[in-house]
């Protein structure tokens, strides 16, 4: 354990696991770090070292949840990632976390973090927030769940996964009093400030890597664009041809999104951005395609954009990149379940109609 904080220091307990979220253990732990902060990284163990999701992460505990006292801290912070799962089973971790909460010290949870505050039973009638795929979990522990990249309530602040980290982070600090070298702190809800910089600065993504990524983004827009164009002029039936047509042109509208992202932070498009060849990849199959061959192309096209939108979007520490990851998705989700209904309702009409039973009269005796 840190000896003990002299002054006005700030103590700070971080809660570690394997498999945690590594930027969301390190962006805190590096703001926390340069704002002047001690802090005391709490496993269940300290014989061993603890490997973040991304492998970027590797750290020993300073002390466990056991023999350390909540008393004696003046925040606790719950990363996310796998790691929530395994100390919502340590009922000591459970109930360090009670403990500082009830004596209104800062409980900070990202990401997964708030499964250890549903197992404390700290979220009734809470407004908090997380990752959505434990919305539902939270919602069922009396949480008044919003969908926002920060939310607090008191003692309780809460973020949804690494894009917010930079807003986390900054809350967090200003929750505490802390301040760090250079200019104020902005605004939680500044939406012109530029996040991506204080995220590269506590050890999240940097410019570079976004810049990568949107231009990742661009050629699977553009090749996805290009498709759907020769979809549309292959398209016999005059409704698929109208939904490609505003798929293709949503593509359209997405390019023109991330280019503007990747203008924002200096960087170029790449070359490979310029020519998708999907047509050249695609020609020989259209040959022998229909209407339906290319509704369920289609659908595969759109599922795969889903799930690399959804990855991109839970990847990066850039609240503005990250937004428009968000926006990509619901609308390939939207086209998804538009061409699914379409291709369903063909094969309804397609469907030979039962035969109608035969009535007549009976003759009369």
């Excluded at 290009?226 to 293709?248: H, L, R």
């Excluded at 503005?320 to 968000?326: E, M, W």
Aim: a negative charge; charged letters at 25%.
């Amino acid at each position: 354990m840190t000896e003990k904080s002299q002054d006005n220091t700030k103590r700070i307990a971080i809660l570690i696991e394997s498999n945690v979220e590594d930027s969301e253990f390190q962006i805190p732990y590096a703001a926390l770090t340069e704002a002047g902060a001690l802090i005391s990284v709490l496993g269940s163990r300290t014989n061993e070292k603890y490997a973040g999701k991304q492998g970027k992460l590797s750290i020993a505990a300073d002390g466990t949840t056991t023999e350390m006292r909540a008393a004696d801290f003046d925040a606790v912070i719950i990363p996310g990632g796998m790691a929530p799962d395994r100390m919502r089973t340590n009922m000591k971790t459970v109930r360090f976390v009670q403990d500082a909460f009830e004596q209104g010290k800062l409980v900070a949870a990202v990401c997964h973090g708030p499964q250890v505050l549903i197992e404390g039973d700290l979220l009734k009638g809470k407004r908090a927030t997380g990752f959505r795929a434990i919305r539902k979990d939270m919602q069922n522990a009396g949480a008044n769940y919003s969908d926002a990249p920060i939310v607090t309530d008191d003692n309780l602040i809460t973020s949804r996964r690494p894009a917010d980290l930079p807003i986390f982070a900054t809350a967090i600090l200003r929750h505490l009093g802390l301040r760090v070298k250079g200019p104020d702190l902005p605004q939680l809800d500044d939406q012109n400030f530029d996040w991506q910089q204080l995220g590269e600065r506590w050890s999240g993504s940097t410019k570079t890597e976004i810049i990568d990524a949107l231009n990742t983004a661009i050629r699977g827009e553009r090749y996805a664009l290009e498709a759907f164009e020769k979809y549309a002029e292959k398209a016999t039936d005059a409704e698929i041809k109208a939904a490609f047509k505003e798929i293709g042109e949503s593509k359209a509208r997405h390019i023109q999104l991330l280019e503007g992202r990747l203008s924002a932070l200096g960087g170029q498009e790449g070359l490979q951005a310029a020519g998708s060849g999907a047509w050249a990849t695609m020609k020989s199959w259209f040959q022998s395609s229909d209407d339906n061959d290319l509704l369920l192309r289609a659908l595969g096209d759109l599922q795969t954009g889903v799930v690399d939108a959804f990855n991109l979007t839970n990847k990066f520490t850039d609240p503005a990149t990250a937004s428009i990851f968000d926006e990509i998705e619901v609308d390939i989700a939207k086209h998804e379940q538009h061409i699914a209904d379409i291709y369903h309702s063909r094969l309804d009409k397609a469907k030979p109609k039962p035969a109608q039973p035969t009535t007549g009269t009976a003759a009369s005796a």
